[in-house]
């Protein structure tokens, strides 16, 4: 992609920059004497071009917020199973939610939001994405797949991610449970977390690596 813009409006996309390290962005500007100029800069992580994403097997096609377990809401008429490629193409403003028991699929790549309800586990066993928000509202996280956030992973309430594989989370995370005095996040199975964003932890809150075992 371009190294320089010059319009007012221009998305830049420089595929050489590693995921990780210290980078310098120049802005240099020209106004008349007495003129002020105003810039504004969003900058994000795209997913690696060398990402491959499961085929899907089992769409979402419920036509707003739901609950996974409702069978109406996939193109199949059933849950997905352990050997389903899942795909959700709601709007990011739209929310589902696994509001109890222990979901196994093969994979998963969700465009809005996700919660994991108290008691409700979410098990992903292939290289997943949400590209959304992620909240664990006690439920837990788990699986041998790799998994991706793009988006918030919030956290509120005690909860777990569980398994092996790595976690990517590449928004803001914030540990925060209200009125949970030593309310934790635990990882456990030998899950690995890369943080690529910003992290957040409530002052009476913790983080505990290898709490258990188990995933």
Known sequence: GPTAMNSSSQDMDLPALGATGAYTLLVEGKVGAGGTATYGINMRLTAPANEVLPTPTVTWVGTSVGDWNTAANWSSGAVPTATDNAYISLPADQNVTISS???????????????????????????????????????????????????????????????????????????????????????????????????????????????????
């Open 101 to 215: 028991g222990t979901v196994n699929v093969s994979s998963l790549v969700i465009d809005c939001n996700l919660t994991i309800s108290s008691g409700a586990s979410l098990i992903l066993n292939g290289t997943s994405r949400i590209n959304g928000n992620l909240t664990l509202a006690g439920g837990t996280l788990g699986g041998a797949g790799s998994v991706t956030i793009d988006g918030a992973f919030d956290v509120t309430s005690y909860s777990n991610v569980a398994g092996s594989g790595t976690l990517t989370t590449r928004g803001t995370t914030t540990v925060g449970m209200a009125n949970a005095g030593g309310g934790y996040l635990g990882f456990s199975g030998g899950k690995t977390w890369v943080n690529e964003g910003t992290l957040t932890v409530g002052g009476d809150n913790f983080i505990y690596f290898g709490l258990s075992s188990g995933g």
